[in-house]
């Protein structure tokens, strides 16, 4: 359950070899994850390799920012020599020939790849289930998920399955199971981390640029994600002809007190549950009692209303991109059949599932109109905190009408996919936003917050996550074994 900082330490100074780490990440996997399921593709003996490697390298004098630390990698990643199937049943066979960008800098940095990590059905769930591989559940309470579609990396760090872990995110996919399962991540600015060969199967392995979706690292503490950050960032080689170091402003303060914080928890498009409404006043009183700048409201904020919208829009013309015609057709029915003054979240999923080359240009146009508010609002703020989603994990739900299942949100149901609307605060305009753990429900279960910060100056948010940790209580081991409903 040590950082991946605190494993380096230790390799540097000789006290443990990486075989040691790795024997004992895989030791608890064979004894743990039957209860989990978080790991669903292992590679041990390529791993224990791979740590022999590292303690030789080390042996003659070598030092790299991850020799020798054991990893998972969500199973939405290529990675040579093992199947990638995005849990898609026909495809349950499928195997690239090469490793992900991702996967390519995790080696090149010396750490121990152990396998790779559940994932729902074309990454397009807060849960992760899928036909192939099972279910994924939570390590604080076997009846809930861990969240997705990075749930099984959430729920492999929750229970010591390995140090660090890469996941990605469009619909809050590396924040949610951060969230739900009291670990941290971070989802970085949009395009700042090359996502080739993070592809559903058989897609080629492409530098292609991905509206919204990011990749990003996952850990048990703030500073880890800031130097697995370190690994990730920068271009694709294949787009610039050579690799490129990329170079991120410093975080813009060193100290608490000096932060100015614009915190929200409230949504006009769906209520904020109360245990996350705590864990949002929980961090506001932590910033407040350093002598932090703390303001509930600012004018200079966008509208959280039309922010949904667009982002709603904008992901589901995403995610309907390759449906058959025959379902398009259908769906652009019904999408003509809405009354024109119907601005609900569904009337805009189904509109952006058939939203036509021109009318995605304008929603286009309309998000950077919300990029250039974000940029005065961090003329005034440092960073903003809000929550991940309205609720801790849920229950398993596995109805497959995404659209019939509801989400309870302290007693009342509103619609499952609703709660998306804050993920996609940060996703819409592209900015950084960090998970951390604030506290627990009072039913025990993990409570994160989001902090966003500025485009470009991920350090900030990070440097804050890194602050509030030890005020905060950071990470928390559940008894990932021993929990169930």
């Given at each position: 359950?040590?950082?991946?900082e ?6 540097r ?41 590292a ?62 990590t ?12 899928n ?47 951060a ?28 530098p ?57 928890d ?149 619609p ?26 009072p ?43």
């Amino acid at each position: 359950m040590l950082t991946a900082e605190e494993l380096t330490a230790a390799l540097r100074a000789g006290e443990v070899t990486s075989v040691d780490l790795t024997d004992e990440a895989i030791a608890r996997i064979e004894r743990d994850d039957k209860a989990v399921n978080a790991i669903c593709v292992p590679d041990f003996d390529r791993a224990r390799a791979a740590a022999r490697d590292a303690d030789q390298a080390r042996a003659r004098g070598e030092d790299r920012p991850l020799l020798g630390v054991p990893v998972t990698v969500k199973e939405s990643y290529n990675v040579a020599g093992l199947p990638t199937t995005w849990g898609i049943p026909p495809h349950r066979n499928y195997l690239p020939a090469e490793d992900a960008v991702q996967v390519s800098r995790l080696k090149a940095a010396g750490a121990v790849v152990l396998g790779k990590t559940n994932v729902p059905l074309l990454l397009q769930d807060v849960q992760s289930f899928n036909e192939i591989y099972g279910t994924t559940n939570n390590p604080w309470d076997h009846g809930r998920t861990p969240g997705g579609s990075s749930g099984g990396s959430a729920a492999a760090l929750a229970c010591g399955f390995g140090a660090l872990s890469i996941g990605s995110d469009i619909g809050g996919s590396l924040r949610t199971p951060a969230h739900f399962c009291g670990v941290y991540a971070h989802k970085p600015t949009v395009g700042l981390a090359a996502t080739r060969g993070m592809v559903p199967p058989p897609t080629p392995a492409l530098p292609a640029e991905h509206d919204l979706a990011v990749v990003g690292p996952m850990a048990r503490s703030a500073r880890d994600l800031t130097l697995l950050l370190d690994v990730m960032a920068g271009p694709d080689p294949l787009t610039l002809g050579v690799a490129h170091e990329l170079r991120l402003p410093p975080a813009r303060h060193e100290q608490l007190g000096d932060f100015r914080v614009l915190v929200l928890d409230e949504h006009p498009l769906i209520p904020t549950g109360s245990a996350v409404r705590a864990a949002v006043g929980r961090v506001a009183d932590t910033l407040a009692d350093a002598g932090a700048r703390v303001e509930r409201h600012s004018p200079l904020l966008p509208s959280l209303t039309e922010a949904a919208e667009i982002y709603t829009q904008l992901l589901f013309s995403n995610s309907a991109a390759r449906f058959p015609v025959e379902m398009y057709e259908q769906l652009r029915t019904h999408a003509d059949g809405l009354s024109a003054d119907d601005r609900s979240l569904d009337a805009a999923r189904l509109r952006g599932t058939v939203l036509s080359h021109r009318d995605w240009m304008e929603a286009s146009h309309r998000r950077e109109l919300h990029r250039h508010g974000w940029r005065q609002v961090f003329a005034e703020f440092d960073a903003v905190v809000c929550p991940v989603t309205p609720t801790p994990a849920f229950p398993h739900d596995h109805n497959p009408d995404l659209m019939g299942r509801r989400l309870d949100i302290d007693g009342v149901e509103y619609p499952y996919l609703d709660q998306l609307v804050w993920a996609g605060l940060a996703t819409m305009p592209g900015l950084p936003a960090t998970a951390v753990p604030a506290g627990r429900s009072p039913e025990g279960l993990p409570v994160g917050v989001q902090l966003i910060g500025p485009m470009f100056e991920d350090r900030t948010p990070l440097r804050l996550a890194e602050l509030l940790e030890p005020m905060l209580g950071g990470f928390q081991a559940p008894g990932c074994s021993e929990k169930s409903s």
